[in-house]
């Protein structure tokens, strides 16, 4: 297995958008039309590994369905730059300088800027609680 990071290539192409890994097929395909939000997101693993996303959410036949790409993809700045004139704004990425853990959405307007994910530390209550009880109590869920 290589080391080397995919970062691929990312374009619209019959009113989809269309990201590929170097070398393959399509990874993923979203048709503009489907789409429900866009955000971004970042984590600390930069600067030798990507740290700097797109998401891209979309509803099939009643699916809420997610794809993201890295931010660093050939073609991503484009793409949101023709993403903003199609939905009849200019969108703006906010999170290209963050070496931590953020999100932010994009779009829709009414959700813009808000956070896409909320990030908590998930830590053990007590002694030899497993992670997944610790992560459940992080976001506020009952292990019951």
Known sequence: MSSEVKRGSIEISDESIVYRVRGEETSWSVPIGQIVLIAEYTNDKGPYCDDYFLVFVWIDDG????????????????????????????MELGLAHSTEWDSRVIWPPELAGGAYFEFHEAVPRKFGESPKVAIWNAIGLSAC
């Open 63 to 90: 699916k809420v369905n997610f794809a993201e790409c890295s931010f660093y993809a050939e073609g991503s700045s484009e793409i949101v730059s023709t993403l903003g004139k199609e939905f009849g704004m200019r």
